[in-house]
């Protein structure tokens, strides 16, 4: 979250770091408002559809190609980058490599040696259900689930609620988040599943489950047990 750690380097603390900013958002005379929810009516494939409908394959676009490399072009030669794919390569002045980050770090990793081959991802199931229109579904975009509370899932959205037209007409459209690493740890003994995104996201939370691992493996238990419910800052 780079905007949290540009408030701590500036101001020492990212508490400091948001009075202040509230602050100067109330003396502008500008209140607190939440961020608004924005998308298509169908859905935010429109955005790319948009930005290719005036571009062709073969022409302006190389569709269904991988970038197996990309280097600094040859010094004195036309352009400073060269990508290569199969079949042939592109020289240009500026590269934009807007991958996500683990289909990135292959391709970085010869220009400087990343601190990490591979960011560490938390897998999340989304299972799409509709309801005809007259089920009663809450006001509100959805709920989140306690860790405590052992469940299956680990929230709902009530995506008709927050998009029209995201369900056939007379129907209603909610998703479903699915958490497995308590079940598939349950399931397999001698398995233990830690890391970041898997039961937190700060240090604090890697140290303590790291722990409650150790302790487990040595008292000859399973570590998908209680989970200890944590504060969460926004």
Avoid at 115 to 120: A, H, N, Q, R, S
Wanted: charged share 20%; net charge positive.
């Amino acid at each position: 979250m780079p905007g949290v750690r540009k408030l701590e380097q500036e101001y020492g603390s990212v508490l400091r770091g948001a009075r202040a900013q509230l602050k100067k958002k109330r003396q502008r005379g500008r209140g607190v408002t939440l961020p608004a929810m924005t998308s298509f009516p169908g859905g935010m494939q429109r955005l790319v559809d948009r930005l290719g409908s005036e571009l062709s394959c073969g022409r302006d676009l190389l569709c269904n190609t991988t970038v197996q490399a990309i280097t600094p072009a040859e010094t004195g030669g036309p352009g400073r980058w060269r990508v290569e794919y199969a079949g042939g390569s592109l020289v240009a002045d500026n590269l934009i490599v807007a991958l996500p980050v683990n289909a990135a770090l292959p391709l970085l990793t010869p220009l400087a040696t990343p601190p990490l081959t591979e960011v560490p991802e938390a897998e999340i199931v989304n299972i799409a259900i509709t309801f005809p229109k007259e089920t009663a579904i809450p006001d509100g975009f959805g709920f989140l689930v306690p860790e405590q509370e052992q469940r299956f899932i680990l929230g709902c959205l009530f995506s008709s609620n927050m998009f029209a037209g995201r369900a056939p007409e007379g129907q209603q459209l909610v998703e479903v988040l699915l958490r497995w690493r308590q079940q598939l740890m349950q399931r397999r003994a001698g398995l233990h599943l830690c890391g970041f995104g898997w039961n937190g996201a700060g240090i604090n939370d890697m140290v303590k489950e790291a722990a409650h691992i150790g302790e487990a493996i040595i008292a000859g238990t399973n570590a998908a047990g209680s989970p200890e419910a944590k504060p969460l800052y926004l």
